[in-house]
């Protein structure tokens, strides 16, 4: 076992260590806006029900170019949903979700200013409360995306990147009828590449 940890680790310091031509790493600072839809894997049960809703996402991302077109894509971000729910004696009131996303993901360049992003991400839902009425959105969630990538400069980059997601897809709670949220929007990113 210690045999096999001295190989990986060496490994790893060979592969960050080896010298690089051209710029193959970059930040970006990113936000985004999203319309969620609120679905069960199976039938709901009961009157109650939590309408689809909208949101926005602020995070950073790191990504590191491994080949001539695939990217490795890391990241941290804030996500804020709102849903409306009904219920049986309340009849509407608001529910926010404060979900803490970690992506990973890889990134595949289809010519030089587009590219496809998919992977997934780990989601902590921080105001898991008792009173809401919204399951507990914490677990393995998945993303879609596509991209347009615009060089500001040599450094500077913009993008603009169309994205499909799915939180708790994979829940860390065993609920029963998980509701999940199915994610529409755009992000926009303006990065750094070194």
Not at 167 to 176: C, E, K, R, V
Not at 178 to 190: A, D, I, S, Y
Request: aromatic share 12%.
């Amino acid at each position: 076992m210690k045999r096999l940890i001295i190989i990986l680790v060496i490994a790893l310091l060979g592969l960050v260590s080896y010298p690089q031509n051209g710029k193959r790493n970059q930040i970006d600072i990113s936000g985004s806006i999203f319309f969620n839809s609120v679905f069960h894997f199976s039938e709901s049960n009961g009157e109650e029900s939590v309408e689809n809703g909208e949101g926005y996402r602020f995070g950073l991302q790191y990504s590191r170019l491994i080949t001539n077109k695939i990217w490795i894509n890391v990241g941290v971000s804030n996500l804020r949903m709102s849903n409306i729910y009904h219920g049986v004696i309340t009849v509407i009131q608001w529910q926010d979700s404060k979900i803490i996303q970690i992506p990973v993901r890889i990134r595949y360049d289809l010519i030089k200013w587009l590219y496809v992003k998919s992977g997934f991400s780990f989601d902590i839902q921080t105001n898991n409360k008792e009173g809401l009425h919204v399951d507990n959105q914490s677990g393995i969630g998945f993303s879609l995306i596509g991209g347009l990538d615009l060089k500001l400069s040599e450094s500077i980059r913009f993008s603009v990147e169309p994205e499909l997601g799915i939180t708790s897809l994979i829940p860390f709670s065993g609920n029963n009828n998980q509701q999940h949220f199915f994610l529409t929007g755009v992000n926009l990113n303006v990065g750094y590449k070194f």
